[in-house]
Protein backbone atom coordinates (compact mmCIF):
# COMPACT_ATOMS: atom_id res chain seq x y z
CA UNK A 1 0.00 0.00 0.00
CA UNK A 2 1.17 3.34 -0.84
CA UNK A 3 4.35 2.10 -2.31
CA UNK A 4 3.71 2.98 -5.98
CA UNK A 5 2.90 6.48 -5.06
CA UNK A 6 3.90 8.92 -7.46
CA UNK A 7 6.57 11.39 -5.99
CA UNK A 8 5.12 14.69 -7.08
CA UNK A 9 7.88 17.58 -6.24
CA UNK A 10 7.06 20.61 -4.35
CA UNK A 11 8.22 24.20 -4.89
CA UNK A 12 11.67 23.48 -2.56
CA UNK A 13 12.51 20.26 -5.12
CA UNK A 14 15.44 22.40 -6.84
CA UNK A 15 17.56 23.17 -3.19
CA UNK A 16 17.33 19.20 -3.12
CA UNK A 17 20.79 18.74 -2.33
CA UNK A 18 21.80 21.80 -0.16
CA UNK A 19 18.80 20.54 1.60
CA UNK A 20 20.54 17.08 1.82
CA UNK A 21 24.03 18.57 2.76
CA UNK A 22 22.85 20.70 5.72
CA UNK A 23 20.83 17.90 7.15
CA UNK A 24 23.62 15.40 6.90
CA UNK A 25 25.76 18.00 8.38
CA UNK A 26 23.32 18.60 11.26
CA UNK A 27 22.71 14.93 12.05
CA UNK A 28 26.19 14.69 12.76
CA UNK A 29 26.57 18.00 14.44
CA UNK A 30 23.87 17.14 16.56
CA UNK A 31 24.73 13.53 17.32
CA UNK A 32 28.40 13.81 17.88
CA UNK A 33 28.27 17.54 19.22
CA UNK A 34 26.10 18.57 20.64
CA UNK A 35 24.90 15.55 22.52
CA UNK A 36 28.36 15.74 24.00
CA UNK A 37 28.14 18.65 25.57
CA UNK A 38 29.71 21.19 23.23
CA UNK A 39 27.12 23.35 22.21
CA UNK A 40 28.86 26.82 22.28
CA UNK A 41 29.45 26.63 18.83
CA UNK A 42 26.87 26.62 15.82
CA UNK A 43 27.87 24.55 12.76
CA UNK A 44 27.13 24.08 9.05
CA UNK A 45 27.22 27.01 8.84
CA UNK A 46 28.01 27.72 5.04
CA UNK A 47 25.64 25.12 4.40
CA UNK A 48 22.84 26.54 6.21
CA UNK A 49 23.28 29.78 4.28
CA UNK A 50 23.58 28.08 0.84
CA UNK A 51 20.51 26.04 1.59
CA UNK A 52 18.71 28.66 3.38
CA UNK A 53 18.99 31.14 0.29
CA UNK A 54 18.00 28.56 -1.67
CA UNK A 55 14.77 28.48 0.26
CA UNK A 56 14.33 31.56 0.31
CA UNK A 57 14.09 32.06 -3.10
CA UNK A 58 11.99 28.85 -4.09
CA UNK A 59 9.93 28.44 -1.04
CA UNK A 60 6.83 29.69 -2.72
CA UNK A 61 4.07 28.97 0.14
CA UNK A 62 3.16 32.72 1.99
CA UNK A 63 2.13 30.87 5.25
CA UNK A 64 5.69 28.91 5.12
CA UNK A 65 7.96 31.63 4.17
CA UNK A 66 6.79 33.52 7.40
CA UNK A 67 8.70 31.09 9.03
CA UNK A 68 11.98 31.77 7.23
CA UNK A 69 12.45 35.22 9.00
CA UNK A 70 10.12 34.95 11.78
CA UNK A 71 12.96 35.30 15.29
CA UNK A 72 12.21 32.04 16.75
CA UNK A 73 11.04 32.35 20.62
CA UNK A 74 9.87 29.69 22.89
CA UNK A 75 6.48 31.63 22.43
CA UNK A 76 5.90 29.86 19.29
CA UNK A 77 6.63 26.78 20.22
CA UNK A 78 3.18 25.66 21.22
CA UNK A 79 2.45 24.93 24.83
CA UNK A 80 4.40 21.62 26.96
CA UNK A 81 3.20 18.36 27.82
CA UNK A 82 2.55 18.28 31.45
CA UNK A 83 4.72 21.73 31.80
CA UNK A 84 8.05 20.37 30.36
CA UNK A 85 10.44 23.02 30.65
CA UNK A 86 11.74 24.78 27.88
CA UNK B 1 -20.26 6.44 1.73
CA UNK B 2 -20.26 9.69 3.39
CA UNK B 3 -19.09 7.95 6.44
CA UNK B 4 -16.33 6.66 4.26
CA UNK B 5 -15.35 9.83 2.67
CA UNK B 6 -15.00 11.69 6.43
CA UNK B 7 -13.01 8.80 7.77
CA UNK B 8 -10.56 9.30 4.84
CA UNK B 9 -9.85 12.59 5.20
CA UNK B 10 -9.86 12.72 8.78
CA UNK B 11 -7.15 9.53 8.53
CA UNK B 12 -5.44 11.76 6.03
CA UNK B 13 -4.89 13.87 8.90
CA UNK B 14 -4.09 11.67 11.14
CA UNK B 15 -1.58 9.68 8.63
CA UNK B 16 0.89 12.61 8.38
CA UNK B 17 1.67 12.59 11.96
CA UNK B 18 3.08 9.05 12.03
CA UNK B 19 2.14 7.50 15.43
CA UNK B 20 4.11 5.41 17.91
CA UNK B 21 2.42 2.88 19.92
CA UNK B 22 -1.37 3.30 20.69
CA UNK B 23 -1.62 2.84 24.88
CA UNK B 24 -4.06 4.52 26.30
CA UNK B 25 -7.17 6.00 24.34
CA UNK B 26 -7.96 9.17 26.19
CA UNK B 27 -11.52 9.41 24.17
CA UNK B 28 -13.49 11.96 22.15
CA UNK B 29 -15.83 14.74 23.78
CA UNK B 30 -17.86 17.50 22.11
CA UNK B 31 -17.38 21.23 22.75
CA UNK B 32 -20.16 23.18 21.48
CA UNK B 33 -20.47 22.24 18.24
CA UNK B 34 -17.09 21.36 17.34
CA UNK B 35 -15.53 17.87 16.93
CA UNK B 36 -12.22 17.30 19.15
CA UNK B 37 -10.93 14.41 19.25
CA UNK B 38 -7.68 13.64 21.83
CA UNK B 39 -5.49 10.91 21.83
CA UNK B 40 -2.59 10.51 24.55
CA UNK B 41 0.05 8.04 24.14
CA UNK B 42 3.35 6.32 25.42
CA UNK B 43 6.13 4.60 24.31
CA UNK B 44 9.32 3.09 25.92
CA UNK B 45 12.06 2.44 23.59
CA UNK B 46 14.65 0.63 24.47
CA UNK B 47 17.42 2.78 23.43
CA UNK B 48 19.10 5.87 25.68
CA UNK B 49 17.47 9.40 24.31
CA UNK B 50 20.51 10.44 23.12
CA UNK B 51 19.83 7.95 19.95
CA UNK B 52 16.30 7.95 19.96
CA UNK B 53 16.25 12.16 19.43
CA UNK B 54 19.07 11.76 16.87
CA UNK B 55 16.53 9.15 14.96
CA UNK B 56 13.49 11.36 15.45
CA UNK B 57 15.97 13.94 13.51
CA UNK B 58 15.94 11.21 10.63
CA UNK B 59 12.77 9.73 10.52
CA UNK B 60 11.42 11.43 7.53
CA UNK B 61 14.51 12.36 5.77
CA UNK B 62 16.50 8.68 5.61
CA UNK B 63 16.19 7.06 2.33
CA UNK B 64 15.84 3.73 4.21
CA UNK B 65 12.20 4.53 5.15
CA UNK B 66 10.85 6.39 1.62
CA UNK B 67 8.50 3.32 1.41
CA UNK B 68 7.27 3.73 4.88
CA UNK B 69 6.35 6.96 4.83
CA UNK B 70 5.86 7.64 1.73
CA UNK B 71 3.42 10.10 1.69
CA UNK B 72 6.19 12.78 3.15
CA UNK B 73 7.72 14.70 0.13
CA UNK B 74 9.71 16.88 1.78
CA UNK B 75 10.94 18.00 5.06
CA UNK B 76 12.71 21.58 4.90
CA UNK B 77 14.40 23.53 8.00
CA UNK B 78 13.01 26.70 7.97
CA UNK B 79 14.57 28.08 11.04
CA UNK B 80 16.30 27.18 13.88
CA UNK B 81 18.46 28.63 16.57
CA UNK B 82 21.00 27.77 19.01
CA UNK B 83 21.30 28.71 22.78
CA UNK B 84 25.02 28.49 23.13
CA UNK B 85 24.96 29.32 27.05
CA UNK B 86 21.75 26.89 28.10
CA UNK B 87 22.02 23.86 25.64
CA UNK B 88 19.08 24.40 23.85
CA UNK B 89 18.11 23.95 20.10
CA UNK B 90 15.17 24.68 18.66
CA UNK B 91 14.25 24.58 15.10
CA UNK B 92 11.12 24.69 12.97
CA UNK B 93 10.46 22.64 9.90
CA UNK B 94 8.31 22.32 7.02
CA UNK B 95 6.92 19.07 6.05
CA UNK B 96 5.25 18.89 2.81
CA UNK B 97 2.95 15.84 2.64
CA UNK B 98 1.06 14.22 -0.74
CA UNK B 99 -2.15 13.83 0.47
CA UNK B 100 -3.64 10.19 0.02
CA UNK B 101 -6.99 8.70 -0.83
CA UNK B 102 -9.51 9.26 -3.39
CA UNK B 103 -9.87 11.54 -5.97
CA UNK B 104 -13.15 13.26 -4.66
CA UNK B 105 -10.95 13.79 -1.51
CA UNK B 106 -8.91 16.33 -3.49
CA UNK B 107 -12.13 17.74 -5.26
CA UNK B 108 -13.68 18.34 -1.95
CA UNK B 109 -10.05 19.92 0.03
CA UNK B 110 -9.04 21.49 -3.47
CA UNK B 111 -4.64 20.31 -3.41
CA UNK B 112 -2.97 17.24 -2.79
CA UNK B 113 -0.23 18.59 -1.09
CA UNK B 114 -0.68 19.63 2.66
CA UNK B 115 1.85 21.45 4.54
CA UNK B 116 2.64 21.11 8.00
CA UNK B 117 4.97 23.01 10.37
CA UNK B 118 7.06 21.42 13.14
CA UNK B 119 8.61 23.25 15.89
CA UNK B 120 11.07 21.33 18.29
CA UNK B 121 12.99 22.43 21.28
CA UNK B 122 15.81 20.44 22.58
CA UNK B 123 16.95 20.82 26.07
CA UNK B 124 20.50 19.03 25.79
CA UNK B 125 20.72 20.01 29.87
CA UNK B 126 17.64 18.26 31.24
CA UNK B 127 17.63 15.73 28.21
CA UNK B 128 14.40 16.70 26.95
CA UNK B 129 13.13 16.78 23.37
CA UNK B 130 9.72 18.05 22.45
CA UNK B 131 7.94 18.33 18.84
CA UNK B 132 4.88 20.14 17.94
CA UNK B 133 3.19 19.51 15.27
CA UNK B 134 0.30 21.49 13.27
CA UNK B 135 -1.14 21.58 9.84
CA UNK B 136 -0.82 25.07 8.04
CA UNK B 137 -2.95 23.79 5.19
CA UNK B 138 -7.05 22.72 4.89
CA UNK B 139 -6.97 24.43 8.28
CA UNK B 140 -10.77 25.35 6.92
CA UNK B 141 -11.64 22.12 7.76
CA UNK B 142 -9.57 20.31 9.98
CA UNK B 143 -6.76 20.85 12.83
CA UNK B 144 -4.75 18.46 14.02
CA UNK B 145 -2.09 19.32 16.65
CA UNK B 146 0.74 16.16 17.39
CA UNK B 147 3.01 16.94 20.53
CA UNK B 148 5.68 14.82 21.12
CA UNK B 149 7.94 14.93 24.31
CA UNK B 150 11.09 12.51 24.57
CA UNK B 151 12.90 11.82 27.98
CA UNK B 152 14.32 9.74 29.89
CA UNK B 153 12.83 6.41 30.97
CA UNK B 154 12.75 7.09 34.70
CA UNK B 155 13.22 3.63 35.64
CA UNK B 156 16.07 3.34 33.54
CA UNK B 157 17.22 6.99 32.40
CA UNK B 158 20.85 6.07 30.94
CA UNK B 159 19.24 3.21 28.68
CA UNK B 160 15.75 3.74 28.21
CA UNK B 161 13.78 6.73 26.58
CA UNK B 162 10.03 7.47 27.10
CA UNK B 163 7.75 9.02 24.40
CA UNK B 164 4.78 10.67 25.55
CA UNK B 165 2.37 11.89 22.97
CA UNK B 166 -0.47 14.02 22.89
CA UNK B 167 -2.44 14.46 19.43
CA UNK B 168 -5.86 16.47 18.85
CA UNK B 169 -7.75 16.46 16.38
CA UNK B 170 -10.65 19.53 15.08
CA UNK B 171 -12.77 18.80 12.52
CA UNK B 172 -14.26 22.47 11.85
CA UNK B 173 -17.68 22.98 12.42
CA UNK B 174 -18.88 24.97 8.82
CA UNK B 175 -16.73 22.30 6.92
CA UNK B 176 -18.74 20.42 4.86
CA UNK B 177 -17.23 17.64 7.06
CA UNK B 178 -19.15 18.28 9.92
CA UNK B 179 -22.61 17.19 9.90
CA UNK B 180 -20.92 13.64 9.26
CA UNK B 181 -18.11 13.95 11.96
CA UNK B 182 -19.72 11.87 14.58
CA UNK B 183 -20.07 8.86 12.55
CA UNK B 184 -16.10 8.05 12.09
CA UNK B 185 -15.13 7.04 15.36
CA UNK B 186 -14.87 3.07 14.93
CA UNK B 187 -12.97 2.82 11.75
CA UNK B 188 -10.83 5.50 12.19
CA UNK B 189 -9.64 4.65 15.67
CA UNK B 190 -9.17 1.23 13.83
CA UNK B 191 -7.04 3.05 11.16
CA UNK B 192 -5.52 5.31 13.37
CA UNK B 193 -3.93 2.64 15.11
CA UNK B 194 -2.31 0.78 11.91
CA UNK B 195 -0.73 4.17 11.40
CA UNK B 196 0.59 4.38 14.74
CA UNK B 197 2.75 1.08 14.65
CA UNK B 198 4.32 2.64 10.99
CA UNK B 199 5.62 5.57 12.48
CA UNK B 200 7.58 3.22 15.29
CA UNK B 201 8.67 0.80 13.29
CA UNK B 202 10.59 3.75 11.66
CA UNK B 203 11.68 4.95 14.59
CA UNK B 204 12.99 1.80 15.94
CA UNK B 205 14.82 0.84 13.12
CA UNK B 206 16.75 3.99 13.03
CA UNK B 207 17.74 3.38 16.74
CA UNK B 208 18.82 -0.26 15.45
CA UNK B 209 20.82 1.09 12.63
CA UNK B 210 22.32 4.40 15.27
CA UNK B 211 23.34 1.19 17.47
CA UNK B 212 25.05 -0.55 15.13
CA UNK B 213 26.86 2.40 13.88
CA UNK B 214 28.05 3.52 17.00
CA UNK B 215 29.90 0.35 18.26
CA UNK B 216 31.12 -0.12 14.86
CA UNK B 217 32.70 2.96 14.74
CA UNK B 218 33.15 4.46 18.65
CA UNK B 219 33.61 1.42 20.67
Redesign the interface.
Known amino acids: M ?2 A ?1 V ?4 S ?2 P ?1 AHL ?1 TA ?2 NC ?2 RW ?2 EK ?2 K ?1 Q ?4 ECVAE ?1 QK ?1 RTC ?1 SKH ?1 D ?1 K ?2 SR ?2 D ?1 E ?1 T ?1 A ?7 G ?3 | MFQNLVCQLYLFAIYFFQMTKVETYVGAYSKTNKMVKAYAQEHVYKHPWERVTSASWRKYTDPQNKCTLSHILEVDTLNKKLDSESGKLYTTRAITLHAPGPWFIRKIVGQDICHCVESTVVDAQTRSMQLTTCNISLQKFIEVEEKIHYEPHPGNPSCWTLCRQETSIRIKPLSKLASMAEKIEHRCAEKFMQNSVKGREVMERICKYLEAETSGISL
Open positions: GIKKSSSTSCRYHFNYSFLGWDKEWYLLDHLFLALPDLGGSIDVSR
